[in-house]
Protein backbone atom coordinates (compact mmCIF):
# COMPACT_ATOMS: atom_id res chain seq x y z
CA UNK A 1 0.00 0.00 0.00
CA UNK A 2 2.25 3.00 -1.28
CA UNK A 3 1.35 6.20 0.57
CA UNK A 4 -0.87 8.52 -0.90
CA UNK A 5 0.35 11.86 -2.91
CA UNK A 6 -2.40 13.67 -0.73
CA UNK A 7 -3.10 13.63 2.44
CA UNK A 8 -6.70 12.51 2.99
CA UNK A 9 -8.39 12.94 6.44
CA UNK A 10 -10.11 9.99 8.62
CA UNK A 11 -13.42 10.07 10.42
CA UNK A 12 -13.66 12.93 12.10
CA UNK A 13 -11.38 15.27 9.82
CA UNK A 14 -8.25 13.68 11.01
CA UNK A 15 -5.14 13.33 9.04
CA UNK A 16 -4.07 9.79 8.15
CA UNK A 17 -0.09 9.31 8.57
CA UNK A 18 0.14 7.14 5.72
CA UNK A 19 3.59 8.14 5.16
CA UNK A 20 4.68 6.76 8.54
CA UNK A 21 2.30 3.96 8.05
CA UNK A 22 3.96 2.82 4.90
CA UNK A 23 7.61 3.26 6.52
CA UNK A 24 6.33 0.84 9.34
CA UNK A 25 4.62 -1.42 6.98
CA UNK A 26 8.02 -1.15 4.53
CA UNK A 27 9.92 -2.37 7.74
CA UNK A 28 7.79 -5.00 8.86
CA UNK A 29 7.90 -6.67 5.49
CA UNK A 30 12.02 -6.64 5.63
CA UNK A 31 12.08 -8.11 8.97
CA UNK A 32 9.96 -11.12 8.12
CA UNK A 33 11.44 -11.57 5.21
CA UNK A 34 14.73 -11.87 7.07
CA UNK A 35 13.18 -14.37 9.42
CA UNK A 36 15.45 -12.79 12.16
CA UNK A 37 13.17 -12.94 14.89
CA UNK A 38 9.62 -13.86 16.36
CA UNK A 39 6.92 -10.72 15.54
CA UNK A 40 5.67 -11.49 18.64
CA UNK A 41 8.64 -9.99 20.63
CA UNK A 42 9.96 -6.74 22.13
CA UNK A 43 12.87 -7.26 19.87
CA UNK A 44 11.00 -7.85 16.47
CA UNK A 45 9.48 -4.24 17.45
CA UNK A 46 12.55 -2.62 18.39
CA UNK A 47 13.97 -3.49 14.99
CA UNK A 48 10.78 -2.40 13.19
CA UNK A 49 10.70 0.50 15.08
CA UNK A 50 14.44 1.60 14.58
CA UNK A 51 13.78 0.56 10.74
CA UNK A 52 10.67 2.48 10.38
CA UNK A 53 11.83 5.40 11.76
CA UNK A 54 15.42 5.19 9.31
CA UNK A 55 13.26 4.39 6.31
CA UNK A 56 10.80 7.18 7.10
CA UNK A 57 13.41 10.39 8.26
CA UNK A 58 15.09 9.47 4.65
CA UNK A 59 12.45 11.87 3.61
CA UNK A 60 9.25 10.38 3.55
CA UNK A 61 8.75 6.46 2.25
CA UNK A 62 8.95 5.69 -1.30
CA UNK A 63 6.41 4.23 -3.00
CA UNK A 64 6.63 0.93 -4.35
CA UNK A 65 9.33 -1.40 -3.52
CA UNK A 66 12.54 -0.16 -2.20
CA UNK A 67 15.19 0.87 -5.36
CA UNK A 68 18.94 -0.60 -4.30
CA UNK A 69 19.70 3.44 -4.02
CA UNK A 70 17.79 3.18 -0.83
CA UNK A 71 18.74 -0.11 0.31
CA UNK A 72 22.29 1.06 0.02
CA UNK A 73 21.46 4.38 2.12
CA UNK A 74 19.76 1.99 4.56
CA UNK A 75 22.77 -0.46 5.09
CA UNK A 76 25.32 2.44 5.32
CA UNK A 77 22.94 3.94 8.10
CA UNK A 78 22.22 1.37 9.75
CA UNK A 79 25.49 -0.08 9.99
CA UNK A 80 27.40 -0.62 13.79
CA UNK A 81 29.84 2.83 14.50
CA UNK A 82 27.40 5.17 12.48
CA UNK A 83 26.09 8.19 14.47
CA UNK A 84 22.28 6.62 13.83
CA UNK A 85 21.22 8.32 17.02
CA UNK A 86 22.22 11.69 16.30
CA UNK A 87 20.74 11.54 13.05
CA UNK A 88 17.80 10.19 13.84
CA UNK A 89 17.47 13.45 16.97
CA UNK A 90 18.76 15.60 14.05
CA UNK A 91 16.09 14.84 11.57
CA UNK A 92 13.27 14.61 13.94
CA UNK A 93 13.78 18.30 15.16
CA UNK A 94 13.39 19.28 11.28
CA UNK A 95 10.34 19.16 9.21
CA UNK A 96 10.25 15.67 7.03
CA UNK A 97 9.04 15.83 3.58
CA UNK A 98 6.21 14.54 2.94
CA UNK A 99 5.22 13.66 6.03
CA UNK A 100 2.57 15.12 7.85
CA UNK A 101 1.85 16.08 12.26
CA UNK A 102 0.42 13.14 12.60
CA UNK A 103 3.02 10.98 10.85
CA UNK A 104 6.02 12.89 13.13
CA UNK A 105 3.78 12.15 15.99
CA UNK A 106 4.19 8.31 15.71
CA UNK A 107 7.50 8.75 14.56
CA UNK A 108 8.64 10.51 17.87
CA UNK A 109 6.20 8.15 19.45
CA UNK A 110 8.52 5.30 18.07
CA UNK A 111 11.51 6.65 18.86
CA UNK A 112 10.48 7.94 22.53
CA UNK A 113 9.73 4.33 22.92
CA UNK A 114 13.12 3.07 21.42
CA UNK A 115 15.14 5.45 24.03
CA UNK A 116 13.30 4.82 27.08
CA UNK A 117 12.56 0.81 26.80
CA UNK A 118 15.24 -0.99 28.07
CA UNK A 119 15.72 -4.61 27.56
CA UNK A 120 17.52 -7.66 28.87
CA UNK A 121 20.27 -8.85 26.03
CA UNK A 122 23.60 -11.10 25.90
CA UNK A 123 26.14 -8.60 27.68
CA UNK A 124 28.20 -9.10 24.25
CA UNK A 125 31.39 -7.51 26.17
CA UNK A 126 31.56 -9.85 28.43
CA UNK A 127 31.63 -12.80 26.22
CA UNK A 128 34.57 -14.32 26.50
CA UNK A 129 36.13 -12.73 29.31
CA UNK A 130 36.47 -15.82 31.90
CA UNK A 131 38.13 -18.91 31.00
CA UNK A 132 35.24 -21.98 31.06
CA UNK A 133 37.21 -23.50 33.98
CA UNK A 134 36.75 -20.31 36.10
CA UNK A 135 33.51 -19.70 38.15
CA UNK A 136 31.06 -18.04 35.99
CA UNK A 137 33.61 -18.67 33.36
CA UNK A 138 32.11 -20.93 30.14
CA UNK A 139 28.93 -21.06 28.32
CA UNK A 140 27.27 -22.11 31.95
CA UNK A 141 25.36 -18.61 32.50
CA UNK A 142 25.13 -15.98 29.76
CA UNK A 143 25.62 -12.65 31.42
CA UNK A 144 23.05 -10.43 30.54
CA UNK A 145 22.53 -6.61 30.72
CA UNK A 146 19.49 -4.15 30.46
CA UNK A 147 19.99 -2.51 26.92
CA UNK A 148 18.19 0.53 25.59
CA UNK A 149 15.50 -1.06 22.89
CA UNK A 150 17.30 1.14 19.70
CA UNK A 151 20.55 -1.18 20.55
CA UNK A 152 18.95 -3.94 19.35
CA UNK A 153 16.67 -3.24 17.03
CA UNK A 154 19.62 -0.82 15.10
CA UNK A 155 21.79 -4.16 14.69
CA UNK A 156 18.53 -6.18 14.29
CA UNK A 157 17.18 -3.86 11.29
CA UNK A 158 20.61 -3.56 9.60
CA UNK A 159 21.06 -6.97 9.00
CA UNK A 160 17.05 -7.64 7.39
CA UNK A 161 18.40 -4.70 5.02
CA UNK A 162 21.52 -7.24 4.20
CA UNK A 163 19.08 -10.16 3.70
CA UNK A 164 16.62 -8.08 1.34
Known sequence: MPPERHEGSGAGGLPVPMAWMYAEYLADELLRTGDLMEPATLEFRAGRDALALTIFLLDGAVAGALPAARVDELRLLTAAGTPWRRWVRTRLAAPVAGGTGADLALARSAWRWLEETELLAADLEAVGQLPPWEPGGGAEEEARVWTPAW????????????LY
Open 151 to 162: QLGLPLGHLAVH
